[in-house]
């Protein structure tokens, strides 16, 4: 480690001298006097010529040593090659190679008899159970003995006795659920400890006696609860690495690990421990890489790391309730290489917390926002959140694209149906009265999506800079209140029409026909209470946090860790019980309607104009409850995922606000309207009557007999369509659907 450092160090020297020739955030491409900001650093293209930005892009601290023995030298391939065995006994179902002996899954249910001389031993997947006292006695030049996946539950005290050369030991994936105190005591060249994935809740203090060469120990996943006290590393004083990975420790503090001075990995991720006192890690004097990562921490001392700075170049406490990040919490840690923070939120993040750290190269935050307070880092992760990055609030260039074509295309088509409906004359005025509501709710989702097209462009290519003020900005919470005031009283709407022609279609007779009054009392009640649950998230932050700018569109579907539970609860309650049950109502009741329509029909008609109605009515229900599904379902699926803490691309996220939520918006302009028979016929008459004006101040100009020619030349202005004759159920017309 030592000799990684002083390269690691003389190489960032030099980087720095050259780095001093780039303004702040911007790093150089190799010895080319050429600088490129941090967004362009490791992002998987090259952006220098010569690709430097690409170069040392990797994450490690050179540990690649403890494991170069894997690798074969000459001498070994040679040993290899020849094939030749140098043991005079071993089990026909093995393989023997010079003193090297392979039994993997050969359903040994014991361990096989030998020749003395024999260094390396592989046993793996096999069905031993037990290893009884001084089974290994013999073999005194072992060197590597591989035990993993039997089904081993009983290792005897002095089962290992005898085995002085062994360097190597692997038990890991057995059943092994006690070790005797002294299990090991022979072990005294022992390098590698591997104990992962087996139920060894407790350890003795003496389970460890004559490990004094141990280097690496493994107990990954072994259900442990507590570590050795006082002093886990008593026996083990060689032990540099230990791996306790996804035990279920809750307790850490200095008597644990105050004879572990030379350790220089400790990874204690996934476990249960929710303190971390100040003096923790005071003996851990060589200590290079700490990772906390996925425990129950909530506070953490500001001086907790101050005993490292010499020696720490890889800390990782992702994953953490944190309540409080100190801004002085990393000063101390000048050395520091890579630092993640993943899924943490700092609420008051500041630049001077990571600019002690001029060596970082690597750093992880939970928004790609935060990278902006860490401009000297050369890779900040992430680089988006899947709907904005680095540089551009939509992260690409469909997206920045699209928005545009959606709100043009949203506006317009509700805008014109409410000025056509505002000159043509109305079947049923309280109907279209209704319809014109709908428009404006949704023409307020294409002013949110051009809003969003706008500050994509006002924040174009220095986004970061900017992300987090525009999240709390009172623009963004305004343009999420207006999408989500647009979506909730369209989908309220949307179900009060659909339960209106249920009404008129399945019980045509009866005298359930909202007045003009009702008619102005529910809409007014929809709009009322649409405007209640958008704004209710703005009226206690502290209850909702923010509610809105959770990302760079400023809408609340998705949900994370981070979310505050009654935030989680309102927009559950929102997008998975009113939406969710609305939805429901309009599928009930477009069947229920298509049903009573055609059942209606067997005896009101022959049977080709029956068809041709059924096939009319059919298709016209089919598609809008298709549009309804398109819309609705996604979000629905997104909602759940993310309250299953299931991990969702940011990109899918992107599409589903800037795609799917507008979708109702943009087609029920033509579904309720633009394809209704009764619409057309009606833009058709006024062409017609337009045209016959057009022709009339013709004719006035002209001395020919306008009376011959306006009656040959005047086009028929209404035709009532074959299927509505005398007689005939207005309710069941699809033009009504």
């Given amino acids: 480690m030592d000799t990684a450092s002083n390269h690691f160090e003389a190489l960032m020297d030099s980087r720095m001298e050259v780095e001093a020739k780039c303004p702040l955030g911007h790093f150089p491409c190799g010895n080319l006097s050429e600088c490129l900001p941090q967004a362009l650093q490791c992002n998987g293209h090259k952006d220098c010529r010569n690709g430097a930005d690409e170069w040392s892009c990797g994450d490690n601290i050179g540990w690649a040593d403890l494991f170069g023995d894997k690798l074969l030298d000459a001498s070994q391939m040679e040993k290899y090659i020849l094939n030749e065995c140098f043991l005079q006994e071993y089990p026909e179902s093995c393989n023997c190679i010079k003193t090297d002996v392979e039994c993997v899954g050969v359903k040994l249910q014991d361990v096989p008899l030998l020749s003395p001389n024999v260094t390396w031993l592989s046993l793996k997947s ?31 005290k002095h089962a290992f006795r005898g085995l002085h050369s062994l360097k190597k030991l692997f038990l890991s994936d057995n059943l092994i659920s006690s070790l005797s105190p002294g299990v090991f005591r022979d072990l005294h060249q022992l390098e590698w400890l591997m104990l992962d994935h087996n139920p060894l809740s407790s350890l003795s203090q003496d389970t460890f006696i004559g490990l004094q060469s141990l280097m690496y120990l493994s107990m990954v996943g072994t259900a442990l609860q507590q570590l050795p006290h006082p002093s886990f590393c008593q026996h083990m004083p060689a032990l540099d690495w230990l791996d306790l990975e996804g035990n279920q420790i809750e307790t850490l503090n200095y008597s644990i690990l105050k004879t572990c001075s030379k350790l220089e990995v400790l990874l204690l991720m996934d476990n249960r421990i929710r303190r971390v006192p100040e003096n923790t890690f005071q003996s851990l004097w060589k200590l290079a890489e700490l990772n906390l990562s996925n425990n129950r921490i909530k506070e953490l001392p500001k001086n907790t790391f101050k005993s490292l700075f010499k020696s720490l170049l890889k800390l990782n406490i992702s994953h953490n309730p944190l309540l409080h990040i100190h801004p002085s919490h990393f000063n101390h840690l000048t050395h520091l290489q890579s630092l993640a923070l993943e899924g943490i939120e700092i609420p008051y993040i500041q630049t001077k917390m990571f600019l002690p750290m001029k060596n970082l190269s690597h750093i992880y935050f939970k928004k790609f926002q935060y990278c902006s307070y860490a401009p000297h880092v050369r890779s900040c992760k992430p680089n988006t959140d899947g709907i904005s990055s680095f540089e551009n609030l939509l992260a690409n260039v469909v997206l920045r694209v699209s928005v545009w074509v959606m709100a043009f295309i949203t506006c317009f088509g509700n805008l014109f149906v409410i000025g056509m409906r505002s000159l043509i004359r109305a079947e049923n005025n309280l109907h279209a009265a209704c319809i014109k509501v709908l428009c404006c709710a949704d023409c307020l989702m294409g002013v949110y999506l051009f809003f969003v097209g706008v500050f994509d462009v006002k924040f174009r290519g220095q986004y970061n800079r900017n992300a987090l003020l525009w999240m709390e900005s009172v623009e963004c919470r305004t343009i999420g209140f207006l999408a989500m005031l647009s979506s909730e009283v369209s989908v309220l709407l949307l179900t009060y029409l659909t339960l209106e022609k249920f009404l008129v279609i399945v019980f045509p007779f009866s005298n359930l026909r909202p007045s003009k009054l009702q008619t102005v009392v529910v809409l007014a009640s929809i709009w009322l209470l649409g405007f209640i649950i958008a704004a209710v ?10 509610y809105y700018g959770r990302n760079g569109v400023c809408f609340p579907l998705h949900s994370d860790r981070q979310e505050k539970p009654t935030a989680k609860g309102y927009s559950t309650g929102i997008f998975l019980g009113l939406n969710l049950a609305a939805f429901l109502v309009i599928v009930f009741s477009y069947s229920s309607m298509f049903y009573s329509i055609y059942k209606t029909g067997i005896n009101a008609m022959d049977l080709r104009s029956r068809l041709h109605r059924d096939v009319a009515v059919a298709n016209r229900f089919f598609f809008i409850v298709f549009s309804d599904a398109l819309c609705w379902i996604p979000i629905f699926m997104v909602k759940i995922l993310s309250l299953l803490e299931v991990e969702i691309p940011g990109t899918i996220s992107s599409w589903v606000v800037i795609f799917i939520l507008p979708i109702n918006s943009a087609l029920n302009p033509i579904l309720y309207t633009l394809t209704t028979s009764f619409f057309r016929e009606q833009v058709e008459v006024l062409l017609c009557r337009w045209q016959r004006r057009h022709m009339l101040k013709k004719d006035r100009k002209s001395l020919t007999s306008s009376a011959i020619f306006m009656e040959t030349a005047r086009p028929p202005c209404y035709q009532p369509p074959h299927y509505l004759q005398p007689g005939s159920l207005t309710g069941a017309d699809p033009r009504y659907a």
């Fill in 537 to 546: 998230p703005l009226m206690n932050e502290d209850v909702f946090g923010n």
């Fill in 126 to 156: 096999n069905e031993i159970q037990v290893l009884s006292d001084f089974v290994f006695s013999e073999y005194s030049s072992l060197q590597r003995l591989f035990l993993q996946n039997n089904s081993l539950q009983i290792i005897s």
